[in-house]
């Protein structure tokens, strides 16, 4: 991935157990734990660019 000098996240992971209860019908994550997780990740993401 050098030559087109992208920014790769190599962690952490969200691993997302049971994930049958953590999505709603329309398949949008219903966690709060793991929207706060996922918010929280990205905004370290966006930071670094």
Known sequence: MTPFNCNLVQGPEVLIGSN????GDDGRLTSERYIKTLTTLMERLKSRT
Do not use: L, R
């Not at 049958?20 to 999505?23: A, K, N, S, V």
């Open 20 to 23: 049958f209860e953590e999505f």
